[in-house]
């Protein structure tokens, strides 16, 4: 499961490892612009089902903010994946307020997704949220799908959510290792 599919190529390092028909899994996006083209690549791959929503334990829509795809163009081409519930977010990594746009979105909680999409298991899940991904980890149910390998962008996080986040998935049985910008925890059986 990736949480933060944007396209589901760029600046992906899922593609290539999902796109086969071994692979079955959610790609999950709430954006319409990058939606469109998530499932545009995923369109061949019947195992692999592109949802459009964001993960959200509490609310039932939220807004997301982005660059207004008719601005993208005057920015670095990893600025697509600048899409936050935080609009300062995107302001503190240098987009002016004319340049983003606000978008109403459909949420829904982790374990909800899991369960309508009725995954017996999660092998890995991948987190880039901009900022929302301790949030997510939190709302995992440790003890009814344990994800036995939990990759999310630490980045954008706080050093109080980067520590919390830690100790809550080493307290859950994980050894966590840092990767560049990420962090990959991998469950300990």
């Known amino acids: ?5 944007n396209d589901g190529v760029h600046f992906d390092n899922l593609f ?6 071994k692979c079955r899994g959610l790609v999950v996006e709430p954006l319409e612009y990058y939606f469109e083209k998530l499932e545009r690549h995923y369109a061949g791959f019947p195992n692999i089902q592109p949802i459009r ?3 959200h334990e509490s609310e039932s829509t939220a807004v997301v903010y982005h660059i207004d795809p008719d601005s993208l163009d005057s920015f670095p081409p990893w600025f697509a994946g600048l899409g936050s519930f935080d609009r300062e977010h995107l302001i ?8 983003i746009a606000a978008e109403q979105v459909d949420c829904m909680p982790l374990t909800r997704l899991i369960e309508d999409y009725r995954l017996p298991r999660v092998d890995l899940l991948q987190i880039d949220t901009e900022g929302y991904d301790a949030e997510i980890v939190k709302s995992i149910d440790f003890q009814q799908y344990p994800p036995r390998i939990i990759k999310y962008e630490q980045t954008h996080l706080s050093p109080a959510d980067v520590q919390d986040t830690r ?4 307290d ?4 966590v290792l840092t990767q560049g910008n990420d962090c990959v925890a991998l469950r300990l059986e």
């Open 167 to 170: 100790r809550l998935l080493r």
């Open 1 to 5: 499961m990736q949480v933060g599919a």
């Open 16 to 21: 290539a490892l999902v796109s086969n028909d």
């Open 92 to 99: 503190r990594a240098g987009v002016a307020p004319e340049q």
């Open 172 to 175: 859950n049985g994980y050894r």
């Open 53 to 55: 929503c964001a993960i």
